[in-house]
């Protein structure tokens, strides 16, 4: 997480209070709803692979490139309208922050260059998800003014592989789903970011 800023915000209601946000927990996805992405077996047999091969040394970024970018590429691969972006920059006057991924509707030119910004994703280092949302939140901010609207929701992933919590920045309201999903149920997983990506799709 890297970023320079002219502000000190210590947690999540600092960013709040700064931009005029509120804040509530909402289940703005039904999970008993989601359909069930289905795998092939060669998918499953992967991320079961990773999950039983990370070790402690490399733990951060053995994560996030065995774990959490396998289910983003399968996801992506169903949507050809979004692009997704590993590690890209993105600023406004005064904040320069980095999201680990970041999903965008495609350059109309054909071009891969980001768009307009409507996903974002953070790994949850350490297990530290507050510290993981922070982050989410003035990311989603920084979008928000890239795209110059407050019309188009930004959706927002904090994960640690393992479990992954969601929410979004939608007019002047962050949003958290008090539910989180798990690896463990890889078609789950896999229905709820396809879902997520479809609102994205629509939202362009």
Same mark, same amino acid.
């Given at each position: 997480f890297e970023y320079i800023m002219s502000y000190d915000f210590k947690d999540i209601g600092d960013i709040l209070e700064n931009f005029g946000l509120n804040f509530r927990f909402e289940k703005f996805i039904d999970f008993g709803k #989601?359909?069930?992405?289905? =795998? /092939?077996? +060669?998918? &499953? /047999?992967? $991320?079961d692979f990773s999950l039983s091969n990370r070790g402690v040394d490399d733990k951060e970024f053995f994560t996030s490139e065995f774990i959490i970018v %396998?289910? !983003?590429?399968?996801? +992506?691969?169903?949507? %050809?309208?979004?692009?997704?972006?590993?590690?890209?920059? $993105? @600023?406004?006057?005064?904040?320069?922050? $980095? %999201?680990?991924? !970041? #999903?965008? =509707?495609?350059?109309? *030119?054909?071009? @891969?260059?980001?768009?307009?910004?409507?996903? !974002? *994703?953070?790994?949850? @280092?350490?297990?530290?998800? /507050? /510290?993981? +949302?922070? &982050?989410?939140? !003035?990311? =989603?901010?920084v979008c928000r003014k890239i795209n110059g609207t407050d019309e188009i929701p930004i959706f927002s992933v904090v994960t640690t592989g393992d479990i992954w919590q969601f929410g979004k920045l939608e007019t002047a309201t962050f949003i958290r789903h008090p539910l989180p999903a798990s690896v463990q149920d890889t078609e789950r997983l896999l229905g709820i970011l396809d879902l997520l990506f479809s609102e994205c799709e629509r939202n362009i």
């Open positions: #989601v359909q069930r992405v289905e =795998s /092939e077996s +060669w998918f &499953q /047999e992967i $991320i %396998p289910f !983003l590429r399968e996801i +992506w691969r169903k949507h %050809p309208d979004l692009s997704l972006f590993s590690h890209v920059q $993105i @600023k406004d006057d005064e904040l320069i922050l $980095i %999201p680990d991924y !970041l #999903v965008s =509707s495609r350059n109309p *030119t054909g071009f @891969k260059k980001l768009h307009k910004p409507l996903l !974002l *994703t953070v790994e949850a @280092k350490n297990e530290k998800f /507050e /510290e993981g +949302w922070l &982050q989410a939140l !003035l990311q =989603s901010v």
